[in-house]
T-cell receptor
Framework: DTAVSQTPKYLVTQMGNDKSIKCEQN?????MYWYKQDSKKFLKIMFS???????INETVPNRFSPKSPDKAHLNLHINSLELGDSAVYFC???????????FGPGTRLTVL | QKEVEQNSGPLSVPEGAIASLNCTYS??????FFWYRQYSGKSPELIMS????GDKEDGRFTAQLNKASQYVSLLIRDSQPSDSATYLC???????????FGTGTRLTVIP
């Protein structure tokens, strides 16, 4: 009965590789998000989708491409991974009217 | 100017004391305010939400909101070692689809 789930939980890969992280929510929310949390623990918004449409796209390298096949899923594909991409990536979803967000367990990405 | 500001701490309190966490925000039209708790290696967990001026109590937690001063706080009464975590303040600006998060305050409760 997990509300927001992400796979994989850990991802270790070499520089230059392409990888994907998947996210699913069963809360019936319309809006989903990707956040990056670096070693300093600051939570930075990357993307937001509302009903499969991109509504927030912060200054993120275009090597990062989100895809939302339906409003319950938001995946993140990363091309040509770099050392600086190492971080924890959190997926979240929210509903109206107050926009409280619920987070997935996170994916710890390590680029070697 | 940062949208949401918190004292990064660390804040240390003895067990049984009251921990007071503070947050200020810049968007005067903000309507929804949240406190998240994040244990080391875990994801942020929503623990309190507040939408109108005044206090809101839930168990040992009290959220306080003052929109005129653009200030929101979290009080933790009878602090326990299990409360040791980073606490994130988040604000939903008026009309926005996302939240603005502060950088978090790390709280340590000393047994």
């Amino acid at each position: 009965d997990t509300a927001v789930s992400q796979t994989p939980k850990y991802l270790v890969t070499q520089m230059g590789n392409d990888k994907s992280i998947k996210c699913e929510q069963n809360l019936g929310h319309d809006t989903m998000y990707w956040y990056k949390q670096d070693s300093k623990k600051f939570l930075k918004i990357m993307f937001s989708y509302n009903n499969k449409e991109l509504i927030i796209n912060e200054t993120v390298p275009n090597r990062f491409s989100p895809k939302s096949p339906d409003k319950a899923h938001l995946n993140l594909h990363i091309n040509s991974l770099e050392l600086g991409d190492s971080a924890v990536y959190f997926c979240a979803s929210s509903g109206r009217p107050h926009n409280e967000q619920f987070f997935g367990p996170g994916t710890r990405l390590t680029v070697l | 100017q940062k949208e949401v500001e918190q004292n990064s701490g660390p804040l240390s309190v003895p067990e049984g004391a009251i921990a007071s966490l503070n947050c200020t925000y810049s968007d005067r039209g903000s309507q929804s305010f949240f406190w998240y708790r994040q244990y080391s290696g875990k994801s942020p967990e929503l623990i309190m939400s507040i939408y109108s001026n005044g206090d809101k109590e839930d168990g040992r937690f009290t959220a306080q909101l003052n929109k005129a001063s653009q200030y929101v706080s979290l009080l933790i009464r009878d602090s326990q070692p299990s409360d040791s975590a980073t606490y994130l303040c988040a604000v939903n600006p008026d009309g926005a689809n996302n939240l603005f998060f502060g950088t978090g305050t790390r709280l340590t409760v000393i047994p």
